[in-house]
């Protein structure tokens, strides 16, 4: 849902970025709240990426301003990104094969006890609490990710968004790739973010996979704000007139209002 | 009556029926006791004990252990390889596919969100994929298959599949449904609509089960109902009995879908819940509004009681038609419990009249959720071919209590 009178969780204004001869973000504006799905979405060459991996500190803004729950903040690096709670899983996953599930979900980032030494116990019942919070259809937490699906490494990989408990959430093309059973799944673990009450980015060329989970789109088209809609009652077409820019929608986030 | 190759009136030919009465009545509960058998299907101990006994030798059916009140009991079940059925129910904003066997037994699931207004084509495709994968998933494939039952949220008419009331379903009307999943699975397809499923599963396995005569309500989306008479889910000329989402309960209200005026879903489809909550909450999806009225959201509680009086006072119409034992109140708004169910309880005990032989009971579904999956694998079931079938003329008890056997579905 989206609580316009609450702090979003993330604002961004005038986010711009130029690699050389290209602008791959225009003054780009972009909220998100708690218990919200935003979906980004575009052509090839929108900005996207660009965008997501701004929130996740992989690249820093030329100009423009974050704010996270209203306090301007600068995301220089991954970890910073982590620091205040900004989650991501890209298209590779960054997942080990050798290695089981709970140890993935964990990778750099594991449990200690009080004399330092790895508590494999609790991240062991940390790792089934989280997957069971996402509904997650993974029967055993000590399976090598090897012997699991591509969905069921979506899975993990979206689990292991939640380990330090992140406000926010970007998700780059999730299910890029997938079965329909595995889709539904990963579709399922979103709704469970949002349910939990996090912000959740989605970006993705599906447009019925993001009809299906988000609230609200944002249509990004070469580097601008060309959109913002309702995804509940929205219909495919206009959204696909904004992503090709056969309609210039007139609203707070159109380069016509930019302009003005 | 009629007979199967044996003489009229010999000994065979009784045996026979006796015979196709207790696999008619175990395919129908999925699983009974001996004990229970012989309860519904009026036969003796005995009976049921050798006939059972030679159905076992025939690998018709299978035994196993169970208990019973604490006694250990044989419980009868068609034997496995008989084959799966598939359940598919369609949403306004999900779909969920379910695999069975002939005990009812869901042996695999899933569900999948879906965009708003998502058409036929599109979601008919996902859905035959999503069943090979799940065949797949239990190590099983097509050939297993003996039918599959689709639920949709608009009236069916049930001998073409076709949504027979224009302008309710975009993106679903003109089109044979069973025909299209047909063609790409190979497999017999069944339609209905998923409140008359929900009432057939509830009628058949869950609160209803034991009474001829039921309603089920389905509160979702948009608002619909079942009707079981006589054991039977009653679907009246095309489908549309038990659309109760279309009774005007407003006459300046909103234009609806269907063209009326003040529908019943117009005022409390999923629609017209959120938006009274639009300028303090912002945009809402219905999950939305169910999660803040259970933690007790003022604003959201009251949006969803009045909601449950709105729609008991068109049940108790339909209660005073069909004079049924129980109304059973499923659907995913009912998921908030009393909240909906508390007020729609009282509309109804204030406009149906009252009887001297028993209470209307207002419940809550016993299949929660996945009563319209399960009555679309039950439809499927009913429609397949068995091995032994029970004789198109037996006729129900006098008191129409227990099996009631019947072919074709129910």
């Known amino acids: ?260 | 009556m009629s007979r199967r190759g044996a003489a009229a009136g010999s000994q065979t030919a009784l045996r026979e029926a006796n015979k196709g009465l207790v696999v008619g009545t175990v395919q129908r509960y999925g699983g009974l006791t001996q004990v229970e058998l012989a309860a519904a299907t009026g036969l003796s101990q005995a009976t049921v004990s050798t006939i059972v006994r030679e159905l076992l030798a025939a690998g018709v059916v299978e035994t196993a252990v169970t208990t019973r009140s604490g006694r250990r009991a044989q419980l009868v079940t068609l034997a496995r390889r008989v084959g799966l059925a598939v359940g598919v129910q369609v949403g306004h904003r999900h779909l969920r596919v379910a695999l069975g066997d002939f005990a009812h037994e869901v042996v695999a699931e899933q569900a999948l969100p879906l965009p708003y207004e998502h058409p036929s084509d599109t979601t008919l495709d996902r859905a035959a994929l999503l069943v090979m994968e799940m065949l797949e998933r239990i190590g099983s494939d097509l050939e297993e298959v003996v039918g599959i039952g689709v639920g949709v949220p608009a009236p069916v008419d049930t001998d073409t599949g076709m949504v027979s009331v224009p302008g309710v379903m975009r993106g679903w009307e003109g089109e044979h449904l069973g025909q299209v999943l047909t063609k790409r699975l190979g497999r017999p397809v069944h339609v209905d609509n998923d409140a008359n499923l929900g009432a057939l599963a509830e009628a058949t396995l869950g609160a209803a089960r034991g009474y001829r005569d039921a309603v089920y309500v389905r509160a979702s989306y948009g608002t619909g109902a079942g009707i079981v008479i006589s054991g039977q889910v009653h679907r009246g000329f095309a489908g549309t009995a038990g659309e109760i989402g279309h009774v005007q309960v407003d006459p300046t209200g909103h234009i609806c879908r269907c063209g009326s005026r003040g529908c019943l879903d117009t005022v409390v489809g999923a629609t017209a819940l959120v938006e009274p909550l639009r300028a303090t909450h912002g945009s809402l999806a219905l999950r939305d509004v169910i999660a803040r009225t259970r933690q007790g959201d003022p604003g959201f509680v009251r949006v969803v009681a009045d909601a449950g009086a709105a729609i008991g006072a068109v049940v108790a119409g339909l209660g005073t038609a069909v004079n049924p034992q129980c109304v059973v109140v499923g659907g995913e708004l009912s998921e908030t419990g009393e909240v909906l169910l508390g007020p729609l309880r009282e509309s109804v005990r204030r406009g149906v009249l009252p009887n001297q032989i028993a209470p209307l009971e207002v419940v809550p579904a016993q299949l929660g959720q996945r009563a319209e999956v399960m009555g679309a694998l039950v439809l499927a079931l009913r429609a397949a071919d068995v091995p032994v079938r029970a004789p198109e003329d037996v006729l129900l008890d006098g008191d129409g209590a227990g099996a009631g056997v019947r072919d074709g579905e129910g």
């Open chain 1, 1 to 260: 849902m989206t609580d316009g009178s609450r702090v979003p969780l993330l604002s961004m204004r005038g986010v711009s970025k130029r690699f050389g001869g290209v602008e791959a973000l225009v003054g780009v504006d972009l909220d998100v709240h708690r218990h919200e799905v935003v979906a980004l979405v575009g052509d090839n060459g929108a900005g996207k990426s660009t965008l997501a991996k701004t929130v996740a500190g992989v690249l820093t803004p030329d100009t423009g301003l974050v704010e996270i729950e209203g306090v301007p903040v600068s995301i220089p690096t991954p970890a910073a990104a982590h620091a205040l709670g900004v989650a991501t899983v890209f298209q590779d996953l960054a997942l080990c094969d050798n290695l089981d599930v709970t140890s993935n979900l964990f990778l750099g980032r594991e449990l200690r006890d009080a004399r330092g030494v790895r508590d494999d116990e609790r991240m062991e019942q940390m790792a089934r609490r989280i997957l069971h919070d996402l509904t997650s259809r993974i029967p055993s937490v000590r399976v090598p990710l090897a012997s699991l699906s591509a969905g069921q490494r979506q899975s993990v990989a979206i689990a292991r968004t939640l380990i330090g408990d992140p406000r926010i959430v970007v998700l780059d093309e999730p299910t890029a790739a997938l079965s329909v059973a595995q889709t539904a799944e990963v579709l399922l673990h979103i709704e469970a973010l949002r349910d939990l009450g996090l912000g959740v980015i989605l970006i993705s060329h599906n447009m019925t996979d993001v009809r299906s989970v988000a609230d609200r789109i944002e249509v990004l088209r070469h580097g601008r704000n060309n959109g913002s809609f309702d995804a509940r009652t929205t219909g495919y077409e206009q959204i696909l007139a904004a992503i090709t820019g056969a309609l210039r929608p007139d609203g707070p986030r159109s380069p016509a209002a930019a302009r003005s």
